[in-house]
């Protein structure tokens, strides 16, 4: 065994041993993540469809990703909402992601220990913390960066060996990724920039026509599913850019709130949006300091390292086209420079191109020559070690910060106490099928996705009959309060009570005066009676009424006017007359003195 081939293994053993530490550390905040917002949808989605082609090539709001689809279609059907599974997986793919980013630096340039640099920021940075505890994120991104690393590490070796099997390894990892992510087709692009600088470009004609035959049928595909899918707004894309000003301010701020101070181990501080998730929040200091340290380092291996401008200038490329400009026509008009800005998810794919930029602006590709255009000063062997030591420190630092949040606990505690209540109720109950709490999924994004019957229903182990507006006779209904639990139906409004016997109720309306006006709105109205026989119930506030069944004997029935007044109206039609006693108009609302199912709220 040679020196350098024993250096080559140590290095190899260090790049595993790191690639595992950094699971072990990860999975701690992986095992306390749970699903969120639009993974509600998209596991809903694939219940109710087949694996079809309409259903895997739809574009959800500009993005194409057949796999994910199948991957939530699949998991819909083990367990649903199966948290040990979506945490196996994402380890998994955290590993194969590792692997993949560490065979792409030992190949490019060469099993040194120098790689261990680039590595160690992949392994760390708080940029891919979007694509560690967000299943969504997790299914599209990580394999991505691993089939962007694993096509360009065989694109790099067809350079050098001229063998075309390392050529169509390359495109069908291109393949793999355009499956799971939009971004994928920029994986040829990097090629070429990486063998215009730096690989042998002789020979490499037959593999340019081949990624173009894997492109040309991809963009054909996304460009016609992209103008005919329709979204949930039951409307299909429409690109159009926002004003001037949002657009530089999310160009700026992606730049420079969340690129760069995740670079160099920020945002050290963050803004959660719920319980579960944050934005990065970089004190304004250090985001500046941030952005003065990484001119720095441009400018340091600008003037020593042979083409890293076009190292950098990659990059840039790649952030504007790749990440921002898909922000333009998407969502920040809606989301705001802020918003959109400090969001680490539109940058978390980059993570893996950061990783080989800083390698191709400070360690000399294998057989390079000439890599220097001036020898590095001497220092420079001394400040790489503190350097990275505080970027790690700052890493970690941000991790453990974002892992203060109760991540996926009070979710899973809300769906968790859900399905026991469920399990509880009996078959055929009535359930009102309102919207689930913000927290898990939030209802003006996510419209019908939001309701509980969509969110909740797959988890009932019998039938349950699902109601977004209670009409007509309907015995106990039950509705899910905020922590999960089944609850009897009562009403927050106004009481019209009983008097000592019940009130006759004919062909001519019957005006009950209310305790207080009602505004414009939706309201429920239900009404108790004691009929000799069945008849139909007019019930009628302001301009709005409805018809609903009053059954024989004792009992309730329910009714939804949208209106407003001061008086509530009754009448019957089809000769039966009734007998009325109670009403109350309101909204529903689970009753604050029954018994809520489960009593106690299940705990994570």
């Known amino acids: 065994m040679t020196a350098r081939t024993g250096r080559g293994d140590m290095v190899l053993a260090a790049g595993l041993a790191m690639v595992a530490a950094a699971l072990v550390w990860k999975f701690e905040l992986i095992r306390r993540t749970y699903f969120r917002q639009d993974d509600f949808m998209f596991i809903a989605r694939g219940l109710e469809q087949g ?26 059907r083990l ?6 599974l979506a945490h196996a ?37 708080p940029m891919t913390l979007p694509s560690t505890v967000w299943w969504a994120v997790v299914v599209e991104i990580l394999p991505f960066q691993t089939a962007l690393a694993m096509a360009l590490s065989s694109h790099v070796l067809y350079t050098r060996t001229q063998r075309f099997r390392h050529a169509l390894a390359a495109a069908g990892w291109t393949v793999v990724g355009m499956a799971f992510f939009v971004k994928a087709p920029f994986i040829p692009v990097l090629a070429l920039v990486l063998t215009l600088g730096w690989l042998n470009r002789s020979g490499t004609r037959r593999v340019w026509l081949l990624y173009a035959a894997v492109l040309v049928p991809y963009t054909v595909i996304f460009f016609r599913q992209l103008f005919t899918t329709v979204q949930l707004t039951n409307v299909t894309f429409e690109p159009a850019l926002p004003s001037a000003e949002v657009a530089a301010g999310t160009a700026w701020k992606l730049l420079t709130g969340s690129l760069v101070p995740a670079s160099l181990g920020g945002p050290w501080d963050w803004q959660p949006i719920g319980d579960d998730y944050a934005l990065g929040a970089p004190p304004a200091a250090l985001m500046w300091a941030a952005c003065a340290a990484a001119a720095v380092a441009v400018a340091l291996s600008v003037r020593h390292r042979r083409r890293a401008w076009l190292a950098w200038t990659m990059l840039l490329g790649y952030v504007l ?11 920040a008009s809606a989301l705001g420079a802020d918003l959109a800005g400090f969001e680490l998810r539109y940058v978390s794919s980059t993570a893996a191109l950061v990783t080989v930029v800083i390698g191709l602006a400070f360690i000399p590709v294998a057989g390079e020559e000439r890599p220097w255009l001036r020898p590095p000063p001497s220092w420079s062997r001394r400040a790489w070690a503190p350097a990275a030591a505080v970027v790690a420190a700052g890493s970690v630092w941000s991790v453990t910060a974002f892992g203060a949040l109760p991540l996926g606990r009070n979710v899973e505690g809300y769906v968790e106490t859900a399905r026991v209540a469920l399990a509880r109720a009996p078959s055929g109950s009535v359930v009102l099928d309102t919207y689930v ?9 996510f419209y019908q996705y939001a309701r509980v019957s969509t969110v909740l229903g797959p988890l009932a182990p019998h039938p349950v009959s699902w109601t977004e507006r209670l009409s007509g006779p309907v015995g106990a209904p039950l509705m899910f309060d905020a922590r999960g639990r089944l609850n009897l139906v009562d009403l927050d409004g106004v009481t019209v009570p009983a008097g000592a016997s019940c009130t006759p109720v004919g062909a001519g309306e019957v005006v009950f005066p209310l305790p207080e006006p009602l505004p414009g709105d939706e309201w429920t109205v239900r009404v108790a009676y004691l009929n000799g026989a069945e008849t139909t119930l007019v019930v009628r506030l302001g301009g709005s009424q409805a018809e609903v069944r009053a059954g024989r004997d004792l009992g309730v029935t329910y009714a939804t006017v949208s209106g407003a007044g001061s008086e509530l109206a009754l009448r019957t039609i089809g000769g039966a007359g009734a007998c009325v006693g109670e009403i109350k108009v309101g909204k529903p609302a689970p009753a604050e003195n029954g018994t809520p ?7 994570p």
């Not at 082609?53 to 819909?76: E, K, Q, S, T, V």
């Not at 640099?117 to 992949?122: A, T």
């Not at 199912?597 to 705990?603: D, N, T």
């Open 51 to 76: 694996l079809t082609w309409d259903y895997l090539m739809r574009i959800d709001w500009g993005h194409l990703m057949p796999a994910p689809f199948a991957i939530h279609w699949a998991m819909g």
């Open 79 to 84: 367990g649903v909402y199966n948290e040990v």
């Open 89 to 125: 997986v994402t380890v998994c793919l955290l590993a194969a992601a590792g692997l993949a980013v560490l065979r792409l630096l030992r190949v490019l340039f060469g099993s040194r220990p120098a790689i261990l640099l680039p590595l160690g920021f992949y392994l760390l940075t």
């Open 321 to 331: 086209l790749a990440d921002v400009v898909p922000i333009w026509l998407g969502r």
């Open 437 to 445: 709490p913000a927290k898990v999924a939030e209802p003006i994004f």
């Open 597 to 603: 199912v489960p009593a106690r709220p299940v705990l």
